[in-house]
């Protein structure tokens, strides 16, 4: 939607970080971005009734058809950008969740063209814009306290 001035776009998404174990480290997921090759995490568009965590999960599933995902409690990190779409401001907000994974095998959509399971220094490396390494970080401590209390967030 406009803002009263009439130029810029806002627009909320939501989406998840997508963590697996593997030999006793996580790796993450991400997704190459059919239209500009950039890396990132599955999320979208929060449609009108959605609230944010129905839309991350419904994006995920979406976008990389893993279905059988556990959110992990008490990880919400937002996340802020602009950008230009056919020559407009666009202001986005997205919320990501943390998800953890058994499953490994991604069913891509036509939006993405390649997927990679890294760990973190390897993952931080490939995504693309500064606010997705953020995110990754913050994810990637929140499951290292995880760990290091044995609670669950």
Not at 51 to 72: N, Y
């Amino acid at each position: 939607m406009p803002d009263e001035a009439g130029g810029e776009r806002r627009e909320k998404a939501a989406g998840f970080v997508i963590a697996s174990k593997r030999s006793g480290r996580y790796e993450y997921l991400l997704l190459r971005h059919r239209s500009d090759g950039h890396w990132g995490f599955p999320k979208g568009r929060i449609e009108p009734g959605e609230d944010a965590l129905a839309a991350a999960v419904r994006e995920t599933i979406e976008e990389t058809g893993i279905g059988g995902f556990a959110r992990i409690p008490g990880f919400l990190a937002e996340s802020s950008y602009r950008f230009e779409r056919s020559g407009r401001p666009v202001s986005k907000q997205v919320s990501y969740f943390l998800a953890e994974v058994c499953e490994s095998e991604v069913r891509l959509s036509d939006e993405h063209q390649e997927c990679r399971w890294l760990d973190r220094g390897a993952a931080v490396a490939l995504l693309t814009y500064d606010e997705s390494r953020r995110v990754l970080e913050c994810a990637a401590e929140h499951l290292a306290g995880r760990t290091r209390t044995g609670g669950d967030g």
